[in-house]
């Protein structure tokens, strides 16, 4: 190959190495990686034969008969308080909206045919949106992001907890606070925990240099950067997918769409960044004075989060609980995906937690509203430990018992002091996968029947169960009857074959998608809800083919560590290319003094941090900002050969061929067809 050939092979590999590169630089916490998604191409609209069906009708009035949802108290408590409401929207420099204050003002009134009667309480709660003030010197921002921001009062300004998700709705909430409130500085930051709708918008409140310039005390957990910069980095594609089925991304607000999401009503897809901390939480429990204001911190990793606290306030007796407890059941496994977390642990946190916090006049989440009076702060505390705990020691008993996760999550009910608890309902978590995410923590995947040890994948599996049940037709007609029936689970599982095994099969599409959109109506989880709904509107209108504004998270991603980034291209690497590869190559940050030796071999890229290797086979020298933007898509294959900020040293043609080794994931990929 001679040079002018050599050249272009590296242009056309390095673009392919900026794409995988981006696709391994995007951030999920809370899977709010589709944010980074861009919205679809139309205006989803419901469809008109999705009516809810005589069946779900008649499972809503169950829920309404046998489930107080009056509900006085909840409905006084996330009222209490207003000073004021925002209206209107929030948008960005290119005049983008980020947020809209009245997206959701149709949920009002009685619950509609298409959304259970107890979802529709909690949609209407988290409705209450404004300017709270929650106690004496304590006042929270709701309804301006998916969470909450909360401002505590010190001595000379204002304490920050929590920030948001994005810089534009982080800096609307403090601009409405200040409008009410009077113009006080921000005098410290509180980051609760490691997933991006509580520090991603931290860059509206305050810039790095005034927290700098200030000596501004921004206060996080151990392990927050790591966490909260890593998290998920490897899968991210694949939770960044899902998440556009969890939290009802392309939904239409509509009582036949996306009305909630458990925790709070959406998710704002702005501009992300972050602060470093200056002040980390160590121990088990820690105490700091804030702008005059003792905060008790307690550490409780591994619940909600890998890096989490929550905190007391002795003077105000005020406990702030981040999301160690809400006005739901939280998600022991998420269904966008993540590791799964420790239920036993959880509860026992929450046992801590009463004995130094259980008198505390007001309780605060950074979802919801809160709870007043330190009786039903206790009685909430025990409550919500309790759920934690039944699920888990029921869960495990059945297991000893040998039943599998299936067969345990549809055993597993709550007892009528726990199910009567509405606060503890599966509005975004829900007993029956949390159910089974007790049994993966412990057990794994395999239920451990051999005949499920090595199953047959999903196409080819579908394709010989259409010919079990006697040809498509057969399948179909059978299908359709359970439809006809409100068997939607039974009909779901048909069609799910159907669908696999004739993906262009208009007719099996239209009736999966007419289950989804009934499953969708029962569910009182929201993301349950979100899932079916998304699938049908998959099943109708085609899956996500849009792409990713990954500039978004520009200001985040200076913070992860480059290990992290090596770690995304050695899962990127495709292993048929790399089957015969021996290639070495160094890579040289020039303005960090970092610099790697990356060497695929027996089909894996391994990296050391380390001096350059004089044997590798080239030297790629270049800026951490240039490299900053090549992820973000910024930069491509054409400014790494022409820009100052960057060098080659050795041989073009194997560079080339290294990172022509590297795959390019879409983040487009199906779900509800193969």
């Known amino acids: 190959m001679d040079t002018q050939q050599a050249w272009a092979s590296l242009a056309q590999n390095l673009r392919a190495f900026s794409a995988s590169l981006t696709s391994f630089g995007t951030l999920s916490s809370l899977a709010l990686l589709s944010a980074l998604m861009s919205g679809c191409s139309k205006t989803p609209t419901a469809d008109p034969n999705s009516a809810a069906s005589e069946f779900t009708q008649a499972f809503h009035a169950e829920v309404a008969k046998t489930t107080d949802l009056v509900d006085a108290a909840n409905h006084a408590d996330a009222r209490k308080g207003l000073i004021a409401k925002p209206t209107g929207q929030v948008t960005n420099a290119a005049g983008e909206v980020i947020w809209d204050y009245d997206a959701f003002n149709f949920i009002e009134g009685k619950s509609p045919a298409t959304v259970n009667p107890s979802l529709w309480r909690q949609a209407s709660l988290n409705n209450q949106i404004g300017l709270y003030k929650v106690a004496d010197r304590i006042y929270q921002l709701r309804g301006f992001d998916l969470s909450n921001m909360t401002l505590i009062e010190g001595e000379t300004g204002w304490i920050v907890v929590d920030v948001l998700t994005s810089e534009e709705t982080a800096r609307a909430a403090m601009d409405f606070a200040r409008k009410h409130l009077g113009n006080k500085p921000v005098t410290a930051i509180v980051f609760t925990h490691s997933h991006v709708d509580h520090f991603g918008g931290a860059l509206g409140v305050l810039s790095a240099e005034q927290v700098q310039a200030q000596n501004i005390p921004v206060v996080a957990p151990v392990g927050f950067m790591e966490e909260a910069t890593s998290e ?6 694949a ?28 998710v704002a897809y702005g501009k992300v960044g972050i602060l470093p901390p200056t002040v980390v939480v160590t121990e088990s429990k820690e105490s700091h004075n804030l702008d005059g204001l003792e905060f008790m911190f307690h550490n409780v990793p591994g619940s909600e989060a890998p890096s989490e606290f929550v905190f007391y306030l002795p003077k105000l007796k005020a406990f702030g609980s981040a999301e160690l407890f809400g006005h739901t059941l939280h998600n022991i496994y998420t269904p966008r995906g993540a590791k799964v977390r420790d239920a036993l642990k959880w509860a026992a946190y929450m046992d801590e937690a009463l004995a130094y916090a259980g008198d ?44 599998t996760s299936a067969e345990i999550a549809e055993k597993v009910v709550m007892p009528p002091s726990l199910h009567s608890f509405l606060s503890g309902r599966g509005y975004y978590g829900t007993v029956s996968h949390n159910v089974k995410a007790v049994y ?54 048909l069609l799910k074959h159907a669908v696999y095994a004739a993906p262009d099969n208009a007719k099996a599409k239209n009736l999966l998608a007419q289950s989804f959109d009934q499953m969708g109506y ?45 770690e995304g291209m050695a899962a990127a690497l495709n292993s048929d290319k790399a089957e015969n590869a021996d290639i070495q190559i160094n890579l040289v940050f020039s303005d960090t003094n970092e610099s790697y030796v990356l060497h695929i071999q027996n089909s894996v890229l391994h990296h050391k941090a380390g001096k350059p290797d004089p044997n590798s086979a080239a030297t790629l020298t270049l800026s951490k900002p240039f490299f900053l933007n090549m992820m973000t898509g910024e930069a491509g294959a054409a400014e790494l050969l022409l820009s100052d900020e960057t060098r080659i040293d050795g041989s073009t043609l194997k560079l080339g061929q290294f990172f022509g080794m590297l795959d390019k994931p879409t983040g487009n990929f199906n779900i509800v067809t193969p």
């Open 232 to 237: 998920n980095l490897l899968v991210g594609m």
């Open 522 to 566: 029962m569910a009182e989880s929201a993301p349950w809800r979100n899932f079916y709904l998304t699938g049908a509107l998959e099943l109708r209108e085609g899956g996500y083919t849009e792409g990713f504004k990954r500039n978004m998270f520009l200001d985040m991603l200076k913070h992860t560590p480059t290990p992290r980034f090596l």
């Open 360 to 403: 505390a006049e007001v309780m605060f989440h950074q979802h919801n509203w809160p709870v007043w009076g330190s009786s039903n702060v206790r009685n909430f505390m025990e409550k919500q430990r309790d759920t934690y705990r039944f699920i888990h020691d029921q869960t495990v008993r059945h297991m000893n018992a040998g039943l």
């Open 440 to 493: 993966q923590f412990y057990m794994g995947w395999f239920d451990a029947n051999p005949a499920n040890l090595n199953p047959l994948p999903p196409v080819d599996s579908a394709k010989r169960y259409v010919d079990l049940a006697g040809g498509m037709d057969a399948l179909l007609n059978k299908a359709e009857v359970a439809v006809k029936k409100g068997e939607y689970r039974w009909a779901a599982e």
């Open 239 to 266: 939770m960044a997918r899902r998440s556009v089925y969890m939290y009802g991304k392309r939904l239409p607000r509509s009582p036949e769409g996306l009305v909630d999401n458990g925790l709070g009503k959406a």
